[in-house]
């Protein structure tokens, strides 16, 4: 953006700005191809010389409008859009690690990540150390080897809602030469705008509360064009891909070359790109964002603050509450508030959890999270049932673990469905 925009006016205002007598709303573009008056123009296009759209796979102005509100939330120097937030991760990594190489990996990620890293990534040939969240300088520097292109992270874990240091992991994984990227999804750029403390490259689940009203599965990534490729590592950004008429993406693309190079190269070969409808949808839910997330953060205050003083509840799982080993953390990372997801556990374990959450009234039992409309989950019998024991302590997720993302629904209303549904669970 031009000028010095807050984020709630970005949220807004960005990417899209309507000429004369063109729709105030960006439009929904549901167009494969665009027209040229000569097939040079068009051969500058393919040949990345000139910029403009000649392919929906490869770009498509809905798209753009979009990725370029993210990356100004960001503050980042591009974006790209992908099918869900799963082809956001997997693309991050393949961009700068093909079979051979290796990744430092924190243990607390979202499970559906860690199967794609863990198993399917892993019969592709990449490596995959992982570390626990909490690990010390040293503990993280043991963990790199001569093949490490990356480390990867989550700022605020789902569901375990572990917040990373993140200076701690970028600086030790710039000590290695490597870049880091951070899954953003939980605080979203409202509440946390990473490549302020180094980190190098972000990823989206947009299905979670970018979107917020659970209308499209989508991700993204976003680039911060400050990790320098040129420093010998790299040389898939810094020599040419004979793929691409010998494009030396550094040279051509500058800050942007990992991003120019993640559409250019994996989005042509993969084909992973979002719908212009639900970009349309996605752009929509954002114009909502930061007002949405003020509103989850102080409802899952209240809702957290409530929890943590009834004797009925075994533990309370919350950044912002002043209990949470990671409360300094979160100050730290998310000043204005985490998320709106809060974890605990009903004291009577699994078969209390199971009768809280059938006794929910307005609370609905979904496999979503970050939803405008109060939602509850229990990750040991749904999202992570396919993790061993051992793999779920290690994601930080307990056998009793629920995960209550908390709405925007009036305060009062959630607060009351609770309560009614713990006096059925816990006679
Ligand atoms: C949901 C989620 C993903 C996966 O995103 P999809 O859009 O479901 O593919 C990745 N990371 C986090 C933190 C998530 O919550």
């Known amino acids: 953006m031009e000028k010095n925009f807050k984020p709630d006016t970005i949220c807004i205002h960005a990417g899209y700005k309507p000429g004369n007598g063109e729709p105030r709303v960006l439009p929904i573009v549901q167009s494969t191809t665009y027209t040229y008056e000569s097939s040079q123009e068009m051969g500058d296009l393919f040949d990345l010389k000139s910029d403009g ?21 960001e503050g980042g120097v591009g974006a790209m859009l ?23 990996c924190s243990s607390a990620i979202y499970g559906g990540t860690f199967n794609l890293f863990y198993k399917t990534m892993k019969e592709m040939g990449i490596d995959f150390t992982f570390v626990s969240p909490t690990s010390t300088a040293d503990e993280l520097r043991a963990a790199f080897r001569e093949n490490t292109r990356c480390v990867f992270a989550e700022t605020l874990a789902n569901p375990s809602l572990v917040v990373t240091d993140l200076e701690l992991f970028a600086n030790i994984a710039h000590e290695h030469g490597v870049p880091i990227i951070v899954d953003n999804t939980f605080p979203t750029p409202i509440n946390c705008r990473p490549f302020e403390f180094g980190v190098d490259i972000v990823v989206h689940s947009t299905t979670k509360y970018l979107d917020g009203h659970a209308v499209q599965v989508g991700g993204a990534i976003v680039d911060s064009g400050n990790f320098d490729w040129n420093n010998g590592k ?28 993640a559409r250019c190269h994996l989005m042509r070969d993969l084909g992973a790109q979002a719908a212009p409808m639900n970009a349309f949808l996605l752009n929509l839910g954002m114009e909502t964002l930061a007002l949405r997330m003020e509103r989850h953060c102080s409802n899952a205050m209240e809702i957290a603050k409530f929890l943590e003083q009834d004797d009925r509840i075994a533990w309370v799982n919350f950044p912002g509450l002043e209990s ?101 669970a816990v006679q």
């Open 53 to 73: 759209f000649f392919y929906t796979r490869l770009g498509n102005p809905t798209l753009d409008a979009v990725e370029k509100k993210l990356a100004a939330l």
């Open 82 to 104: 992908t099918a869900s937030g799963q082809s956001a991760s997997l693309l991050s990594v393949l961009n700068i690690c093909r079979a051979g190489g290796h990744v430092v």
């Open 234 to 261: 790299f040389p898939e950004f810094t020599e040419p891909d004979e793929s691409y008429h010998g494009v030396v993406y550094t040279k051509q693309f500058g800050r942007a070359a990992y991003i120019a190079k």
């Open 324 to 424: 949470s080993p990671f409360h300094a953390l979160a100050q730290k990372y998310m000043p204005h508030g985490t998320c709106g997801v809060v974890s605990f556990g009903i004291k009577g374990g699994r078969e209390a959890a199971t009768k809280f959450m059938d006794s929910l009234e307005l609370a609905s039992v979904v496999t979503h999270v970050a939803d405008l409309r109060t939602c509850v989950l229990h990750p040991a019998s749904t999202t992570h049932r396919q993790l061993s024991d051992k793999q779920l302590e290690e994601a930080g997720v307990s056998p009793d673990l629920i995960r209550l993302s908390v709405g925007i629904e009036n305060i009062d209303d959630i607060l009351a469905d609770i309560k009614q549904a713990l006096e059925k």
